[in-house]
Each structure stands twice: as C-alpha cells, then as structure tokens.
C-alpha cells in the first residue's frame, strides 16, 4: 500500500506530474487503464485498441498525444530493464513494442549521452502499466513525459501477457494502434517495415572521424549504437563512420566492424557488394547483430525471418569452439541458414533456445561476426571480450 512519503523519500523521488484526482492509490505511481480514462488526468488517455491483421484486437488505452492510427510490426521484448536503451536503439525502427515485464518507468530517464541513438525510434511503446514518478540519481524525466515530448504513442494494454503468446504461437504479425470508433477494421491499411529499406533512415549522411588511436577501423554504420562506438575508442582506436551505402575499400584501416540495424538484411544490397569487394583485402572483419547477416550473404550464404525473434537480455548461448555459455544482450528478428554456410565458414555461436546460429567465423581469415550484442548496452557484459578479439587481429 502507499502511503504518504517521508520527507527523505520525497527527495529520492522525482514527481514531474501529478494528478488533481486520486482515484486509486496506486496511481501515484502507475498508470491503470481503470484510473485514467478521465478528463482530469495529467496525462490524458483513451480507449483503443490493438488490431492485427487476421482482426484479432486487444484492448487499453492510448495516450491522447497519438491522434492517428500507428502502423508498425509488433513485437515484444522480456528485458527487466533497459528500457531507454532499448527505446533508442535503432534497430527497432519500424516496430511497435511491447515490454513483457510490468514495472516500465521506475527509474526514469537519463540525459541523452547516456541514450543509444540521439532519437526513440520504435512506432509505438506497448506496456501493462507505466510509472508517473522515478527515482535514479542520473534522471532528468519521467518515460511519460518523455515518450509524450518525442510524440511516441503509449498504449496500456489490458493483457500484454495475451498479446506475448499470440506473437509466440503465431510470429511477429503487422499491428494498427487506434482510438476507439476510428472506422471498420476490415478497411484497415497495415504498414510492413520488412519490406522497405530501412538503413537509409538510420544511418549517417556523410563519413565521420572520431578518436585518434594507433589504429584505425572503419564503422559500417547501419544504425550503430552508441556503445559500440564507446567499447571501440575505450580500445584506442581511430574510427572512420560511414554511411551503409559508403564505399570504404579505398580507405586506409585496419579492419571494418558492421554495426546492428533495422530490417530485413536480403535489402542491403549496396552494403553486401561493398562489403565483398572488401574481404578480397584479407584484413579483420567483426559484424554484429545485422552486421552478421550481412558477412553471410556477403559470404554467399542466406538469412530467413524467425517467426517471433530474439529481443531481450537473457538469451543463452553457447560457444562451439569452447563449449563456454553465455547469456547475451538480443535484439534481432532475422537468422542465419546454417545450411547455406560455405565450408570454409564455421558456427562459432548457438542459440540454446531454439539452436539457430548466433554467430559464425571464417576457418582461415581474420573475418568474424555475432547475432548478439557484446557492447551489451541494456544486458549483461559477458561477451565484451569479443572486441578484444578483434582488436588483437588488428
């Protein structure tokens, strides 16, 4: 029960808003979608729903600043916390997500350094119930508030439990979020970002040197996070970012890292046909997240959908060469045929789960790439020391 906060506790806790009526004790800390349907609200909401594409609907309410219908892939992440990383992380570009843990907001939001991107780049941000106050020595806002100033949709789902199972026994499906009384669902118009290619909204327009170590690397940027960026200089390296579509061959470096990013990678045409060119040199090569895919077509191997992907911190894998687990940092929605793996390419990483690849390795060359991400920025640090590896191939 909550009771009325000491005066120590009041300054641990950051209330930016708070509503003129308390109709249910609990709403000084969550929002209930039983609690906020009223005019009074600090932050408005109304009734909508979710509609999928075979019609299946579930219900909440959506945030008063959403005024048109969001389109977007539904998908859902089991991450505990991380939420800012995850929300900024450009690979989510295109999607509508939905947070499997309830407790969304407690702590805040910190100042964009410490943010993965310099945007939000999901279509929508799907939760049970999403806190009012915080308390994080770091933050400087309240996730309503600013989910709210970015223009980000909130929906509080009546049962994110519900939605989770159907995407896990159905996959990932295509979602409208609408108000209530929005128009017949059959006239529906989804929006499918797997078909579109999404690296040209992502990735940076022009090349861009940052750093000035001993040696130099180029960063393929198809929606880099942060962090990697941060493991990299942390490593004394000279970083040469350019754009996906940038031919990098001609540059004086001593090896290319694929960032993560959005998207099916079968549409990253311009960046598999550089990236061949490239490994004609022989020099070091480290993919991650979508970087991995694009080393395996690149390597003439091919990538398929997974039917609900890989989106959480708590994803075990396994090291072939070592038998060494680890739990690992996710965020894909596409995989690796191991079947269309060249010989002179090897699995060097598996899925415990469902057994798919989770990364793979060159039998001779300097070239070698994870599905996961090793800067682990929300996740756990257990296989940073891949970045090490690559550094010592330099």
């Known amino acids: 029960m909550v009771g009325k906060q000491s005066g120590q506790k009041k300054n641990r806790i950051h209330k930016k808003q708070s509503l003129s009526q308390k109709k249910n004790p609990l709403s000084d800390f969550f929002f209930y979608s039983n609690a906020d349907l009223r005019d009074d609200a600090a932050y408005p909401f109304h009734p909508a729903e979710i509609v999928l594409e075979d019609n299946t609907a ?41 947070f499997t843990y309830p407790l969304i907001g407690n702590y805040g939001v910190p100042k964009k350094s410490d943010w993965e991107s310099k945007k939000i780049h999901v279509q929508a941000v799907i939760v049970s119930s999403a806190c009012i106050q915080y308390s994080h020595q770091d933050s400087i806002t309240s996730l309503i508030e600013w989910l709210r100033g970015n223009s980000i949709p909130l929906f509080l789902c009546a049962d994110t439990r519900a939605l989770t199972q159907y995407i896990r026994m159905k996959g990932s499906p295509l979602g409208v979020i609408r108000h209530k009384g929005q128009g017949d669902r059959s006239l529906i118009e989804f929006y499918d970002p797997n078909k579109e290619n999404l690296l040209q909204k992502v990735s940076l327009k022009k090349p861009q040197i940052i750093g000035n170590g001993k040696k130099t690397v180029v960063v393929v940027d198809c929606g880099v996070k942060e962090n990697s960026i941060r493991e990299l200089l942390s490593r004394d390296l000279r970083l040469i970012r350019v754009p996906y579509d940038y031919d990098y061959t001609k540059e004086e470096a001593n090896g290319v890292f694929l960032s993560n ?52 911190q708590n994803q075990p894998c396994i090291e072939t060469a070592t038998q060494r687990l680890t739990v690992t940092s996710q965020n894909h929605g596409y995989a690796i045929d191991e079947t269309t793996l060249p010989s002179q390419w090897s699995v060097s990483f598996r899925n415990l789960n469902d057994k798919s690849v989770e990364g793979i390795a060159h039998n001779s060359l300097p070239f070698f790439a994870v599905q996961f991400h090793p800067e682990a920025c929300p996740g756990p640090t257990d296989t940073r020391y891949l970045f090490d590896r690559f550094v010592d191939l330099l």
């Open 58 to 98: 579930f219900h909440g309410v959506l945030s008063s600043w959403a005024s048109d219908p969001v389109r977007g892939e539904i998908v859902f992440t089991t991450g505990m916390t991380g939420y800012v990383q995850t929300l900024t992380d450009p690979s989510y570009t295109g999607q509508c997500i939905v």
């Open 261 to 312: 990013g959005p998207g099916d990678p079968a549409l990253a045409v311009r960046s598999v046909e550089i990236l061949k060119k490239f490994m004609q040199q022989r020099k070091p090569i480290f993919g991650i997240c979508l970087g991995s895919q694009l080393l395996a077509l690149a390597a003439s191997a091919s990538t398929y959908k997974l039917p609900f992907g890989h989106r959480g």
